[in-house]
């Protein structure tokens, strides 16, 4: 899960948290402030009651209560808060939904007397803390925008940094700040034009050194064709043979650090004849091929079949009895052939200039340019021995 993914889900959780103790603590102030008004406005109607009858003490204490009469109530926009029966009547007190004005109803004999009034304190009050509430929803909701937008460059520093890994070596990041993003962003610039320098002068090293090692090759394979003595010439065109494809394995393995791999989709069958056809086989029964059940690759063909070209050639090379067997399954191709088990761990063959044997042919830098095929398409290499046949497989998933 992201950053930016985790943030948003505890700013989630911390407004859901927020409203809900701002609707508990609103619903018990609304409690508070209702059991207030009624222990208040039950004493003046207590008095109300007792001087009914007297008019000038009655407006004087509907004056000084801040009282208002009414001559018409909704009553369906009203909610009781306290009602009670008595022998000369009735009284009753309610309140607007949602509002602090109260509704004082007090029946008396055949008469009723009805006031409106506004409790200006207990509203105040919890007008205070409403806004208090929404004050911290909303302070929460600036804190959880300020730190998204602190965090966005982070966004573009991960892309940069992906289109850098994928070959892209101008990159750079453009982001101007003072703070420790903005020091990243700086320290990734220079690493990045430090190694694009590297890379570019790796690379120009790379092919000045393959120029001047094919040109001598050249001239002396073209030497050769002029001594008489067969075993000397033969013996000559061996070694230069060998240095040529020195020479071109190790360029190859050179270039797969630094090449940007060209994706393309393509089907496994197609990957094994792109292969085949790399290896130049005279004799076509050495191979069986058994596709069990195709299915598509997103990958650099030309590299990917190089990759598997390598390890049909090794597995014909060291087999004991042939055909070799290439195996198409789901998501995975196999190589099996039937000959000894590796006397070391897989892991060994994997490094350049190892091999199972010094007297066979070969440099032992088939399986390790296998190895950075591999791994620049971010699949998986396998080995194992089973039944006396040797299995390399690779895993596309």
Known sequence: MSIFKKLTLLFILSFVLMTIIGLWIDNINSKRVDNFAKEKYLK???????????????????????????????????????????????????KYKSSNIYILKIGYLDEQYIFKTLDEQSLSDKTILNALVFLDISVLLLIFLYILKLLTPLKT???????????????????????????????????????????KTREELLRDIGHELRTPIAKGKFAIEKIDNFSQKELLKKIFYDLESLTNELIELEKLNITKLNLTTFSAETLVLESLGKLYLEDE????????????????????????????????????????????????????????????????????????????????????????????????????????FNTFRIYFK
């Open 157 to 199: 520093i991960t892309k940069d940094i992906k289109t850098f890994a994928n070959g892209n070596l101008s990159t750079r990041i453009n982001i101007k700040s003072d703070d420790e993003i903005g020091t990243l962003a700086n320290s990734f610039n220079s690493m990045a034009s430090s190694l694009e320098n590297s890379i």
């Open 285 to 388: 029964t050495k191979v069986d091929i058994e596709i069990i059940e195709d299915f598509k690759i997103e990958a650099d063909l030309d590299y990917l079949s190089v990759a598997l070209k390598n390890l049909i050639d090794n597995a014909i090379k060291y087999a004991i009895s042939l055909p070799i067997v290439i195996k198409v399954c789901k998501d995975e191709i196999s190589v099996l052939n039937n000959g000894e088990k590796l006397l070391k761990d897989f892991e060994y063959y994997l490094k350049p200039f190892t091999q199972e044997l010094v007297q066979r042919d070969g440099f032992g830098l088939g399986l390790s340019i296998v190895k950075k095929i591999i791994d620049r398409h971010n699949f998986e290499l396998k080995y194992t021995y089973e039944n006396s």
């Open 44 to 94: 003046v109607i207590d008095d109300i009651f007792k001087n009914i009858e007297n008019k000038n003490y009655l407006d004087s204490l509907i004056l000084k209560n801040g009282l208002e009469k009414v001559n018409s109530l909704d009553e369906n926009s009203l909610e009781i808060i306290y009602f009670q029966d008595s022998t000369f009547g009735n009284i009753s007190i309610l």
